[in-house]
């Protein structure tokens, strides 16, 4: 059997805990005992460890008796993880635990814990989104990836945001018994469909001012209005009769974005809708988005989210 840990700690989501726990649970269901995956809780005392939504976790092990054989270690995340300190406890068990583990990896603000590790240097890794600058900030030596449900990096698998560890857990039961028993767990689940890695976890829209007058406001609405059209920063801070320079200043500080990355992320954006919602050709999306060509969609797919627009249409087209 592969053997699953996840590590428990005070305050963790306990939807980090139980979502990916209950895909290699059900996955049992469809294998034979000897190639399932056994279970196992660590857990950092004090005991019982009380989630942030007040469920008491119980743990089998705690992390001085924890077993060293682990073929999948998942560290779940936490609301408070963001802003805390280093628990040192964890830090130097992981770095212990981790050589000896197959695979190793977090859910959604997990990564902040490998991050402090030391687990992230050099690698690629997802947390949730609005977390993601927040992460790499922290820890310049990772490679953070905002866009993506889940990231692989060799052994390494972090997830974005809470039910995003789900995807990843499916995608590890595909890894180790093939599509057919990971989409029967999805549907014993009830998941509609499984996301894959390239599947943006973002949208443009989860950025929109809070004043809906502000000058970022018109523009990102002007965007998304006429998102086929280009657009310079000059043209731009016309929508809103400012300078180049005070618009790009005043967009930056207030989106949290360039203005070209967020025109950049409203074309894929737009452009993902219209893979997953139409039948509408590659090169007809391209030119109504903004791309000016299908190979600079397919570039920019490429680069954001790891798959092609036709790749990304044919994982994630509704009909599906």
């Not at 001085?64 to 280093?86: F, K, T």
């Not at 039910?163 to 990843?168: E, K, P, R, V, Y």
């Not at 797919?301 to 990304?312: E, I």
Request: a neutral charge; charged letters at 20%.
């Amino acid at each position: 059997m592969r053997r699953v840990a996840i590590v428990l700690f005070p305050h963790v989501q306990s939807l980090d805990v139980a979502g990916p726990l209950d895909v290699f649970a059900e996955a049992n269901r469809f294998l034979p005992q000897a190639d399932g995956y056994e279970i196992v809780t660590i857990g950092v005392a004090p005991y019982p460890i009380v989630a942030s939504n007040g469920m008491p976790l119980g743990a089998q092990y705690s992390l001085a008796q924890a077993p060293q054989d682990v073929d999948i270690l998942l560290v779940p995340g936490g609301p408070l993880l963001p802003d805390s300190d280093e628990v040192l406890a964890i830090t130097r068990w992981l770095q212990d635990a981790v050589p000896h583990a197959g695979r190793y990896g977090s859910i959604c603000t997990g990564a902040f814990i490998l991050g402090h590790a030391g687990l992230l240097d050099g690698k690629r890794a997802a947390t949730h989104w609005s977390h993601a600058q927040q992460l790499a900030d922290r820890f310049p030596r990772a490679r953070v990836e905002p866009d993506r449900i889940y990231v692989r990096d060799g052994a390494l698998m972090t997830s974005a945001g809470v039910t995003a560890g789900i995807d990843m857990a499916l995608a590890l039961v595909t890894e180790d018994h093939g599509a057919a028993v990971s989409l029967a767990v999805a549907k014993r689940l009830l998941v509609v469909a499984q996301r894959q890695g390239g599947q943006s976890q973002f949208s443009p829209y989860l950025t929109a001012s809070a004043d809906d007058d502000s000058p970022v406001a018109k523009v990102q609405r002007h965007v998304m209005e006429h998102i086929g059209e280009p657009f310079s920063v000059e043209r731009l801070a016309e929508v809103v009769a400012m300078s180049p320079r005070t618009f790009a200043r005043v967009f930056a500080r207030e989106a949290n974005v360039t203005p070209a990355e967020f025109v950049l992320r409203a074309r894929i954006d737009a452009a993902r809708h219209l893979l997953e919602g139409s039948e509408m050709a590659i090169k007809a999306v391209a030119y109504h988005c903004g791309f000016g060509s299908a190979a600079r969609m397919r570039l920019c797919f490429s680069q954001r989210l790891g798959v092609t627009p036709t790749q990304y249409r044919d994982s994630f087209r509704k009909e599906n």
